[in-house]
């Protein structure tokens, strides 16, 4: 039983963040219906950003650790926000596959630039938590890390649904992901939404790196590209577009991960993630949360 | 596509040169033929990358050599020229390296590499081209096996994974033993084999295995199964970015009893990534700065002046592997690829500063080799364990 609980905590932690990632994906998905490639570089830069920031801040206290945090989210906001201006903004009305290209473009550039700066040799991330461990339940441990990973996803979870569901660039997002032509005949200004979409996701994809950081304090310019395809996957488990969903897809991806790790089969661990992926699709075709939509011809 | 284009540059380089040569009389010193002047020796190695610190150390010790030699005059009275190749720690870069250093360059000689999977890309091409290949410290078995062209001035997995077996049983009193291996190296599954067959042998059980790959950053759940099945000590055959890691979520998880593994956790990253967690580990390596020898002493302070840190195995493992070329290329008395290889092949007691080299018949090294713990953010010698 101790061991079930612990793999459900260790599945709980790798899944909330694979989630906070997942839902970059899925709100660019929702409002412009393309992938964005480069969402798992963003994720990177945000461990490096965190990086640098703590070299100038002190920040072995929870109040130091969230100042971080807060600067490389901002930062990298900034970053999604110049990438879609730069990078899709020129592209927007072509067909769905140049975007995509220059997503990949955009994946590349953002890691060979990295390794530039930072080369490829794996950084220590400093310690942003201050450390502490906890039994509870007759032998399950939990780390001070792991109850930040929680706490911060459920509160960023939290604060973006209040957005999306209660405020005025909220209900803006959702009339351009309803329909863009008629949001922008009603006085909506679709780039700036489309801006402010791009600059939410990649804050969040920062919040993720930087406790992904703080859990595995290795770090390198490839370190986005597997917890961004898990986070893809995610996403489309609970259905693109679906800001829940894709947070309960990551959580079912890290908890699936956990478990067959735990197992003799880990070696498979993937190929199982995968599976289920498909075995949901083909059973709900859009996703656990998504609504299936007929298209009109 | 790329990969094509690069695998075929080199040689087409070498058809054009050819086509040259035949237009003008002129040896233009490609197609491998060695020419006078300096004895070029080639030398690939991971110098960026994820064991990038493995290759700048290994880097720096042959560097060191080669300046030494050449500062006491070379050998056959011609100095030796280092050209060295950056693989990126990439699989498929080594053996354009090696095809270009080969036909290219014209070697007369090839040092490299540390990770038993680059060792083994380059080995052929070596062994193709009859060119002495000679790994610092690649310690898979496989390697050797390829050809009798390829040498390693380094122990092999079997008889780390038997010392490190003895180990566990002697010092570290372990009957039962748990087992975490990188199932994307060859190296971490060939030592986790020869450790399992030894530790049972000697009436030990391994009483759980796990499973992680390379480049993984999350071991909870393989350790949450390790820790709720019973065990003295945790054999993690791995590279040190991972070890780092998994010491820490081992301790975060409550698992008490010492971690230990094998050559690749030797690395200053492994203290700055696990931190307190790595202290009362173990591990086997090559060499130790601390051993008290003539030789040892030499090299350290050597080392120490020119880049101004103590070297690590890898370090004294490359300083070997260009000093035993050194010295069979002066046994020969040619730099002619059979005659170095021969010579390399009859190597006997050769006073290496990672312990005294013999050759056997499978071109693999015969040395002892070190234990050393984590105390204090530092690696301590603990014992030597010598061949049997």
């Known amino acids: 039983m101790t ?42 830069v945000g ?69 530039l700066i930072f080369d490829a ?22 780390t001070s890390v792991e109850l930040v990973v929680f706490a911060v996803t459920a509160i960023l979870l939290i604060a973006l649904q209040w957005i999306v569901l209660k405020t005025r660039v909220g209900t803006a997002m959702r009339a351009v992901s309803f329909n863009h032509q008629a949001a922008s005949l009603v006085g909506i200004n679709n780039d700036r939404v489309i801006s402010f979409t791009f600059a939410l996701g990649s804050a969040l994809a920062a919040a993720g790196g930087i406790l992904w950081a703080s859990l595995y304090p290795s770090i390198d310019p490839y370190m986005g590209v597997v917890p961004g395809l898990k986070a893809f996957v995610a996403a489309v488990l609970g259905g693109i577009g679906n800001i ?25 661990t993937d190929a199982i993630a995968f599976a289920a992926l498909i075995l949901i699709l083909i059973f709900r075709p859009a996703g656990l949360l998504g609504k299936f939509q007929v298209e009109k011809v | ?36 002047g300096d004895i070029k020796v080639g030398e690939f190695a991971s110098l960026t990358g994820k064991e990038a610190t493995f290759g700048q150390s290994s880097h720096h010790g042959t560097e060191l050599a080669i300046d030494e030699l050449n500062s006491e005059g070379g050998v056959l009275g011609r100095k030796f020229q280092l050209l060295t190749e950056d693989d990126l720690s990439k699989a498929g870069e080594s053996k354009t390296i090696a095809q ?148 820490r979520q081992a301790r975060e998880l409550g698992l008490t009893y010492p971690l230990f593994g094998g050559d690749g956790w030797e690395a200053p990253e492994l203290v700055q990534i696990g931190g307190d967690a790595v202290e009362g580990c173990y591990y086997s390596t090559h060499y130790s700065p ?25 370090a004294a493992l490359g300083y070997d592997s260009a000093m035993l070329l050194a010295d069979a290329i002066k046994r020969a008395g040619t730099t002619d690829g059979p005659k170095v290889r021969d010579a390399l092949a009859a190597t006997k007691d050769f006073p290496g500063v990672a312990g005294k080299i013999t050759i056997d018949s499978n071109r693999n090294a015969q040395k002892p080799l070190v234990i050393l713990e984590v105390t204090n953010g530092g690696f301590h010698l603990v014992k030597q364990v010598a061949p049997e």
Do not use: W
């Not at chain 1, 950084?123 to 032998?139: A, M, Q, R």
């Not at chain 2, 051993?291 to 103590?310: C, I, T």
């Open chain 2, 290 to 314: 601390e051993v008290q020898d003539p030789a040892v002493v030499k090299f350290v302070a050597a080392f120490k002046s020119k880049y101004g840190s103590v070297p690590d195995a890898m």
């Open chain 1, 244 to 268: 829940p969903g894709a947070a309960l897809g990551g959580l079912m991806l890290g908890l699936i991960e956990s478990f067959v790790n735990g197992s003799r089969f880990s070696t498979y």
């Open chain 1, 121 to 142: 040799t794996p950084k220590t991330f400093p310690t942003l938590i201050p450390y502490k461990d906890f039994s509870i339940l007759g032998g399950v441990r939990i």
């Open chain 2, 100 to 247: 270009k250093l080969i036909s290219r360059d014209g070697v007369v000689a090839l040092l490299g590499e540390v990770a038993s999977s680059r060792s083994l890309e380059a080995a052929p091409i070596c062994q193709e081209n009859k060119i002495p290949q000679i790994s610092p410290s690649s310690t898979n078995p496989k390697v050797t096996e390829i050809g009798d062209y390829i040498f390693r001035v380094c122990f092999i997995d079997p008889m780390q994974g038997k010392a490190l077996a003895q180990f566990a049983r002697d010092t570290l009193q372990a009957k039962h033993m748990a087992v975490l291996t990188d199932v994307s190296t060859a190296y971490s599954v060939g030592l986790a084999t020869y450790f399992k067959e030894a530790f049972t042998a000697q009436g030990g059980e391994i009483t759980v295995e796990q499973k992680y790959s390379g480049g993984d950053r999350d071991f909870k759940a393989q350790l949450t199964t390790i820790k709720a099945a019973n065990a003295d000590a945790l054999f993690v055959p791995g590279y040190y970015t991972e070890v780092g890691l998994i010491a």
């Open chain 2, 1 to 36: 596509m790329f990969r094509r284009l690069t695998d075929f540059a080199p040689r087409a380089f070498v058809v054009a040169l050819i086509v040259i040569a035949g237009c003008k009389p002129q040896n233009y010193g490609g197609g491998g033929a060695d020419t006078g």
């Open chain 1, 3 to 44: 061991v079930f609980l612990q793999q459900l905590v260790n599945g709980l932690s790798l899944g909330a963040i694979y989630a906070l990632i997942a839902l970059g994906y899925t709100m660019v998905y929702g409002i412009l219906r393309f992938i964005n490639f480069a969402h798992s570089d963003v994720f990177m």
């Open chain 1, 47 to 115: 461990a490096f950003a965190g990086y640098c920031f703590a070299r100038v801040i002190p920040h072995a206290s929870i109040g130091g650790g969230l100042l971080v945090m807060l600067l490389a989210m901002c930062f990298c906001a900034l970053l999604g926000v110049v990438i879609e201006r730069l990078a899709y903004r020129p592209l927007r009305g072509d067909s769905n596959l140049a975007i995509l290209i220059t997503a990949i473009g955009v994946s590349l550039l953002l890691e060979n630039v990295t390794l």
